[in-house]
């Protein structure tokens, strides 16, 4: 497979990237990390070559150890915001982002062995959508607790 969908554009980026909604028993799985104040969802950049759903079944295996199918589209997200990491600090960012549903087994007991980009170690979370903790993309919190059938199309400009 080819590199990560980022790509320079002037002084900024774009980035191609698919997450994952993984729903159980009314909480909402999600990934952190110790440089950042937030959660964000499962998943990460598209490679080149590859499909946005073979993405996310990639990401959702790399970073919870468990092969999941793919339920629905959910949501796009297009996304202008500045880079935290320090690869891309300052920087803005236009992401577009492809939300699936997973279909979650069960016995689903995922365990995180994924590394940020500046290869900080990630842990995954559960959280109530009533949560106080800061979530990306904060539409989640919303839109999840009634979720609706047809894809939704976001825009968010932090610039």
Not at 4 to 26: E, H, P, S
Not at 58 to 80: A, P, Q, S, W
Not at 95 to 115: A, G, N, Q, R, T
Not at 124 to 138: F, R, S
């Amino acid at each position: 497979m080819g590199s990560d969908m980022t790509v320079q554009c002037d002084d900024g980026l774009v980035n191609i990237r698919v997450g994952a909604i993984i729903l159980k028993d009314g909480k909402l799985l999600m990934v952190g990390n110790q440089r950042s104040d937030y959660l964000y969802s499962v998943g990460g950049r598209i490679k080149f070559g590859e499909t946005a759903e073979e993405a996310i079944v990639r990401e959702v295996y790399e970073e919870t150890g468990v092969k999941m199918e793919i339920d629905r589209l959910g949501f796009v997200h297009e996304n202008y915001f500045y880079g935290d990491a320090p690869t891309n600090l300052g920087k803005l960012i236009y992401e577009i982002s492809f939300f699936f549903y997973m279909k979650v087994p069960k016995d689903f007991k995922p365990k995180s062995s994924s590394f940020t980009e500046d290869d900080n170690k990630e842990f995954l979370k559960w959280i109530y959508l009533n949560d106080e903790q800061k979530i990306y993309p904060d539409f989640f919190k919303t839109e999840l607790r009634n979720p609706q059938n047809g894809v939704r199309n976001f825009v968010t400009d932090e610039r």
